[in-house]
């Protein structure tokens, strides 16, 4: 299909972008197995977890921290991960973890942190809008849809037997993540931190989630990169019921910006999914330009009136099912390109008789 490829859900290959291998190459090899960790840089481990997704692992690491280790990111909370943290922790990872760093608060990057902070008395690292909008969403889990919230999907378009499911699995976060630790230590952008001998400056990204942190050491020119950067994935940027006019996109665009500026292009990319690569600004020009290209075809096909359900085939190559997941997904990539065009002026909405907006060109 001509048209394809904004990205549809974290993890899913464009395989369809020709350009994704272009300009990066991987040498770091393949992934260790789980249970196992990979040094990838001089006391710098590589750990792969497991996750029950279509996107089914992610990359953890374990830094070199005097006697012990810092950990960043922790994986999803399920027993598997469980059995895979403790076979490490037998084995090449012998001695305390001093401290958890989480790069954001989706369910696989900080599901374990409760779980890792509680087991060795040590902190949680983290930046404060994660830590507080984790623990929001968590407090979600047991309580009812809320109206707001419904409302945001009808006003999409959305049918009311979609809208039922949504309501019947409304909650979902707080079970994929161990019960959150009530105090943490907050990362602030441009920051550093000695870690063992490397100094790593954090750089906050936006747009995936609200103030994303990157490791970064100029000195080694390493970045663990999180869910900022990724070779063949592009992260989901999605606007949520909580903040229905917010501008990811526009976060996002600008932190590719930020991280072109700030970052050195020889530096080797230790991202949360796939494989380790070097060739960061050329994946970072990738992504903006698959943006754009996105932008593209949603200001052509907003030459008539269009709900959010009516713009998924000018964004999506895969058709949209009534499959409540993706249609989320779907939903909230639609309304982040959609509120970009809006707070830049030029698409307006406009309520119709039937409950939804309308969205059109200026
Ligand atoms: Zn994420």
């Known amino acids: 299909m001509a048209h394809n490829h904004s990205p ?16 990066l190459d991987f040498p770091c090899g393949e992934a260790p197995a789980s249970g196992e960790a990979k040094e990838v840089a001089d006391g710098v481990y590589w750990i792969r977890m497991p996750l029950p997704f279509s996107l089914n692992h992610i990359n953890l690491w374990a830094l070199r ?80 849809a809320p109206e707001d919230a419904i409302q945001f999907y009808r006003r ?14 409304f909650g979902g976060f707080g079970k994929m993540i161990y019960a959150m630790p009530d105090s943490f230590r907050r990362l ?5 931190i000695r870690i063992g001998s490397i100094d790593w400056r954090v750089v906050v990204g936006r ?11 100029p000195e080694r020119q390493l970045l663990i990169s999180g869910d900022q950067v990724i070779a063949g994935i ?44 070097h060739g960061l600004h050329a994946r970072l020009a990738q992504l903006r330009r698959s943006h754009h290209e996105s932008l593209d075809r949603l200001r052509a096909a907003l030459h008539e009136p269009k709900r959010v359900v009516d713009v998924f085939p000018a964004l ?6 009534s499959d409540q997941m993706l249609m989320s997904l779907a939903t909230g990539e639609s309304l982040a390109h959609l509120n970009y ?22």
């Open 316 to 321: 999506f190559a895969r058709p949209i099912t």
């Open 341 to 362: 065009l809006v707070a830049r002026g030029e698409v307006q909405s406009n309520p119709g008789g039937d409950g939804c907006l309308w969205y059109h060109r200026q």
């Open 207 to 217: 747009g995936h989630s609200p103030e994303h942190a990157c490791l970064y050491s």
């Open 234 to 277: 592009s992260s989901n940027v999605s606007v949520f019921p909580t903040e229905p006019e917010a501008d990811p996109l526009g976060d996002w665009l600008d932190s590719i910006d930020k991280l072109q500026q700030q970052l050195h292009d020889d530096v080797l990319v230790l991202p949360a999914h796939n494989r380790l690569f």
């Open 65 to 144: 921290d005097g006697d012990g280790w810092t950990l960043v990111d922790t994986g999803i909370w399920s027993t598997v991960t469980v059995d895979a943290w403790r076979t490490l922790f037998a084995g090449t990872l012998a001695g305390p973890v001093k401290r958890v760093i989480v790069t954001h608060m989706h369910p696989d990057h900080i599901g374990m942190a409760g779980w890792l902070t509680r087991k060795f008395g040590c902190r949680l690292w983290i930046s404060r809008l994660e830590y507080l909008t984790c623990r929001a969403l968590a407090a979600d889990t047991g309580r009812e």
């Open 188 to 192: 602030t952008d441009g920051e550093s």
């Open 8 to 23: 549809l859900i974290k993890g899913r290959k464009q395989s369809m972008d020709k350009h994704d291998a272009q300009g």
């Open 156 to 169: 999409a378009g959305w049918t009311e037997d979609a809208i039922e499911t949504y309501r019947a699995r």
